[in-house]
Structures are given as C-alpha cells and as structure tokens.
C-alpha cells in the first residue's frame, strides 16, 4: 500500500526574539502537525473535508479563521476517517545552547524539528514494515529551505547518532516535497493537527493566558500509539526533549501525559 504523509507548521519559527508578557516577539511555541493518509482513502477524505466545508460554509479549512465551535465540529468529524496523526512540541526557551550554535537560524531550527517529527512516523514504519519508498510527503509551502532539510534527514540517515536518528532510515529524503496552500485536500488535516498542538500549549493576551486542549482531545484517536499503553506522547506526539521541558501548566501537562488514543 502507498501513503502520503502531509506536515504543516503552527507558531513561528523565529528564535532571536521570543514573545514574553511584557515583550513582543515570536510565539514561545511551534508546533508541527502531520497526518499519514493510504493513498486509497485520498477521495473519501477529500470528500468528507468538502462536506465539512459546506456545512461550515467556507471555501477551505484553515483552523485560524474558524470559530471555537467549527473547529471542534471539524476534529470530531473527519476523526471518522481513517489516516493517522504525528506532531512534534517546541518550547523556544529550552534550545539554550543550542540556539547559539545555529547562531538563531530559524530555518535550521524548523528543520531540526522537522526532523523529530519524522522520527515518530519513522518508528511507526518501522513497526508497521512499511518501506521508504513507499511514502510521499509534502510539507505546506512556506519560507524554510527544503533543500536543506532533505540534506539533514540524508545525513542523519547515513551517520546516525542514536536509536532515534536511526528511524529515518525509513523516510525516504528524496520524497520530501512541497505543496502550495490550498493545493491538495488532505493538508487541511495537518493543518488541524498543528493548530491543536499549537492551541494546547499557547498562551497570550488573546486566550487570557488559557490553553484549549479541546481540539487535540478530539483527535486523539486518530493519533500513533503505543501498541501496549495507547499512550500518544513519545510515539504520536514528539515533546522537545521531554515533556516536561516544555514548562507547561499542570493541568495541561497531565492532560498530555495521561492523553491516550483509546
């Protein structure tokens, strides 16, 4: 069977300038969202998203211009479909020295990340006997440098570091592509993911500083397990490095270290 895997970005990528309380800057956060879709359920996902279109009454689904409402009525309805959900988790406050390395390039940080990202569906690959080759992605187009980002997973894949790295074996570099927005259906769903994760650990002025976990509750059944636990995080849902580096709010980190797939 073939595959597609689609990747969107939520929050910024920029490093140099943080937003704080006090301070504007980029988001504290970025999120990457993904979902895997069989080739064979393109037209059946393509119809339920313009369904889901229709009884919203938008032209497309973009979780930034949808109400509260729609975007739980979205989730809770194309969660009926069958594809499979992958996200990585960034809080810019942890790269430390790391950040002084890359001397604040956002584009190597937003590859860095994406690197995580296909790390986890690598290990769903790998447990599923699923080749490389078997497995087109897209990224939504947008200002990174691809070129570069197929040249670190390469790398990676021919020095690898550690058990982890060591999963890209199974992403095939070479497949890595871009689509512009609005181009191909199924992104809208790895835009939806994105902007779960993203929802879920942000905190602004605009929410009175609230996360909303809603979103991603909704889709948790969609997203990669552990076989034994149904525990998303660490297999589904990548937190950069450990969960609680990400320096959330204590309900919201028992939310996302309790969170299941079933």
């Known amino acids: 069977m073939k595959y597609t895997?689609?990747?969107?970005?939520s929050g910024e990528a920029g490093i140099n300038k943080v937003r704080t309380d006090t301070s504007g800057g980029a988001t504290p956060y970025m999120t990457l969202g993904a979902c895997l879709v069989p080739s064979s359920y393109e037209n059946k996902i393509a119809d339920r998203l313009a369904r889901i279109q229709e009884d919203l009454n938008r032209s497309h689904l973009h979780c930034s211009e949808l109400s509260h409402p729609q975007k739980v009525y979205y989730a809770r309805t194309i969660a009926k479909e069958k594809f499979l959900c992958f996200g990585m988790i960034s809080e810019k406050r942890t790269l430390g020295a790391y950040s002084q390395a890359i001397e604040g390039d956002s584009t190597k940080y937003y590859n860095k990340c994406a690197q995580y990202l296909l790390e986890r569906v690598g290990l769903f690959l790998k447990m599923k006997d699923i080749e490389a080759d078997d497995v087109s992605i897209f990224f939504e187009e947008a200002n990174f440098n691809?070129?570069?980002?197929?040249?670190?997973?390469?790398?990676?894949?021919?020095?690898?570091?550690?058990?982890?790295?060591?999963?890209?074996?199974?992403?095939?570099?070479?497949?890595?592509?871009?689509?512009?927005k609005g181009d191909k259906p199924s992104m809208?769903?790895?835009?939806?993911?994105?902007?779960s994760l993203f929802k879920s650990v942000d905190k602004s002025k605009a929410n009175f500083h609230i996360p909303e976990t809603r979103y991603l509750n909704e889709l948790r059944t969609r997203f990669f397990n552990c076989p034994?636990?149904?525990?998303?995080?660490?297999?589904?849902?990548?937190?950069?490095?450990?969960?609680?580096e990400l320096k959330l709010d204590d309900d919201v980190h028992l939310f996302f270290k309790n969170l299941k797939a079933r």
């Open 5 to 9: 895997l689609y990747i969107d970005e």
């Open 228 to 244: 034994e636990t149904a525990k998303i995080i660490n297999f589904g849902i990548k937190p950069v490095h450990k969960l609680p």
């Open 146 to 180: 691809y070129s570069a980002l197929m040249t670190l997973i390469n790398r990676c894949q021919e020095n690898p570091i550690n058990e982890q790295t060591k999963l890209l074996r199974r992403i095939d570099h070479l497949k890595i592509r871009t689509s512009p």
């Open 188 to 195: 809208q769903i790895a835009d939806l993911v994105a902007h």
